[in-house]
């Protein structure tokens, strides 16, 4: 499975972006996908995940203005991303975590640069 993030871009403090992950397979198997982000200087750090089952869980820092969501029929992912702050700069990852025989593999994309300016 190869991941395909999108959207990233320059914005102003209080505006959005939405960010797509697609899938060049399926990922109604997914047992999670999530975005994940890096900000110069710092560590990868975890925005959302989002189970085959549907539920959530966002970092602190974002809850309240991040969205994720899955589209299995387009395979692809989304994260809609309002109230941006300059804190919010970094480079998005999609990830996904894929069942496979008795084990699970991690996908990543290549990731997309988010800028926030004050």
């Known amino acids: 499975v190869q991941l395909q993030a999108s959207g990233g871009g320059l914005v102003q403090a209080g505006g959005s972006l939405r960010l797509s992950c697609a899938a060049s397979g399926s990922i109604s198997s997914a047992n999670n996908m999530g975005w994940y982000r890096q900000a110069p200087g710092k560590e990868r750090e975890l925005v959302v995940v989002i189970t085959r089952g549907g539920s959530t869980k966002y970092a602190e820092s974002v809850k309240g203005r991040f969205t994720i969501s899955r589209d299995n029929a387009k395979n692809t ?18 990830s996904a975590e894929i069942p496979w025989m008795t084990t699970a593999f991690r ?10 300016s004050s």
């Open 77 to 94: 992912m989304y994260l809609q991303m309002n109230s941006l702050k300059p804190e919010d700069t970094a480079v998005y990852y999609c």
């Open 107 to 116: 996908y990543w994309g290549q990731g997309t640069q988010v800028t926030v």
